[in-house]
């Protein structure tokens, strides 16, 4: 599973011209879904983004967390973090897990960051066409990949 993680003043996504997503500070968070990918690895990347300690403290030092800060996260899915472009200039996608798996994963991903305790986690649409605005504040933005971590 593959996020990028980016510390935000705000961020909102639209679909069809609707705000279906929208954030103050916090986490913009685009989530790749890679086959093979367990519920294991939704969890773990999950505990990891809620206590990425990234935000900054009365020293002005990165040192608190999402949970510390009380901030916010939007989640989108993003299977384009997936590509595999080691051959040619078209990326290919086929190392991204099938949609109805991807999107269970993508669920739990945004039901264990709540467990975590992300008051409501914002969401866009899964598989839509989605635009999505935001602020990056810093900027901070962090590339995670739980094959880092699973190995």
């Given amino acids: 599973m593959k996020a990028v993680v980016q510390r935000v003043t705000q961020a909102r996504v639209i679909v069809k011209n609707e705000t279906v997503g929208e954030?103050?500070?916090?986490?913009?968070?685009?989530?790749?879904?890679?086959?093979?990918?367990?519920?294991?690895e939704a969890?773990?990347?999950a505990a990891k983004i809620a206590k990425l300690r990234v935000f900054r403290d009365a020293e002005d030092k990165m040192n608190l967390s999402l949970l510390d800060t009380g901030?916010?996260?939007?989640?989108?899915?993003?299977?384009?973090?997936?590509?595999d472009i080691r051959k040619g200039n078209r990326p290919s996608f086929t190392p991204a897990a099938p949609p109805e798996e991807a999107n269970a994963l993508y669920e739990y991903f945004?039901?264990?960051?709540?467990?975590e305790g992300?008051?409501?986690?914002?969401?866009?649409?899964f598989g839509a066409e989605m635009h999505v605005?935001?602020?990056n504040h810093g900027p901070v933005t962090i590339v995670m990949d739980t094959d880092t971590w699973m190995k």
Avoid: M, N, W, Y
């Fill in 110 to 115: 945004v039901a264990r960051l709540k467990a």
């Fill in 71 to 83: 901030g916010e996260a939007l989640v989108i899915s993003q299977f384009t973090l997936c590509a």
């Fill in 23 to 40: 954030i103050g500070p916090g986490f913009l968070i685009l989530l790749g879904v890679v086959q093979k990918d367990t519920p294991a």
């Fill in 43 to 45: 969890g773990l990347l």
């Fill in 133 to 135: 605005e935001l602020i």
């Fill in 118 to 125: 992300v008051p409501a986690p914002a969401t866009g649409h």
